[in-house]
């Protein structure tokens, strides 16, 4: 039955709304990084700048080594996403089709990491990087993040969704654990792996406490990190911050834009079943 029309016009307005409050502050960031300082800080603010003013682009990039900011996020970013794909997987698997004892305890003391906040991990993870002389390293970006307890819950319970005959008939072919997980459950968890993928790679390229508490070399910084640099204690160029935001935030639209289906498909799918 088809709702009324006063019904979905309010539903529509209200869609249009929270597009507006998620949409509006990106246009704002992309307006201010075209404006001069004085327009940034007028009041009342201006929506439009004329003229654009794209050096504010260049003065970022030369304040800044963009390069090599974006070379460390790439690795970090490509590294943790691959290992929690991995590592999650075979966790989740583990926990979903195997059988063994204390199964079940461990997946709980799994799903317990969850209810514990991040902040508590940082001394300790800050300490075992001291101790493995990691320090002001890209390594140090990587290892914490290989693994998430979230990551191996969401894949646990897409592999609980997968059916068992083609498992029983892989299992009587001859075929062990580890080649049905590679050859069998991974193909059929890739709506899932994407969505994860999207999630980490997200969280890596944006993640600004750890990197600013492991590293402060310049040169093992990570874009959010050293764009915080660019905040002054007595004054801050608001256009030329906002400009390296810009630059610093488009990978992660452009990789959303392309794989959206795959990460809503893949969300979906994991909370079909308990």
């Not at 998620?22 to 001069?36: A, I």
């Not at 929690?84 to 004892?101: E, N, V």
């Not at 498992?167 to 590679?182: H, K, S, V």
């Not at 899932?192 to 402060?216: C, E, H, R, T």
């Amino acid at each position: 039955m088809k709702r009324p029309i006063a019904a979905r016009t309010a539903i529509h307005l209200v869609l249009v709304l929270g597009a507006v409050c998620m949409v509006g502050p990106f246009l704002w960031m992309v307006l201010t990084s075209l404006k001069t300082m004085g327009q940034s800080t007028q009041v009342p603010p201006i929506l439009v700048p004329w003229p654009l003013k794209w050096s504010n682009y260049a003065d970022a990039v030369g304040t800044l080594p963009f390069v090599q900011f974006y070379l460390n996020t790439t690795i970090a970013t490509m590294a943790k996403t691959a290992g929690q794909i991995l590592l999650c997987s075979l966790a989740g698997y583990s926990f979903a089709r195997l059988r063994y004892p204390g199964r079940d305890v461990l997946f709980i003391l799994t799903l317990s990491l969850l209810m514990v906040p991040g902040q508590v991990y940082l001394l300790p993870q800050y300490m075992i990087m001291k101790w493995a002389g990691w320090l002001n390293s890209v390594t140090a970006l990587i290892v914490p993040g290989l693994f998430s307890a979230f990551g191996t819950f969401l894949l646990r319970q897409f592999f609980l969704t997968l059916p068992r005959d083609v498992e029983e008939a892989a299992r009587i072919d001859g075929a062990n654990p580890l080649q049905i997980y590679w050859h069998i459950a991974l193909p059929l968890a890739r709506s899932a792996m994407v969505a994860l993928g999207i999630y980490v790679a997200v969280w890596s390229w944006n993640d600004f406490m750890w990197p600013m508490i492991v590293n402060d070399s310049p040169a093992k910084m990570t874009l959010s990190a050293g764009l915080a640099s660019l905040q002054g204690q007595y004054g801050t160029n608001y256009p030329i911050l906002m400009a390296g935001a810009v630059l610093a935030v488009w990978p992660m639209l452009l990789l959303f834009g392309f794989l959206q289906k795959q990460f809503i498909e893949g969300i979906a799918l994991t909370g079909s079943k308990g």
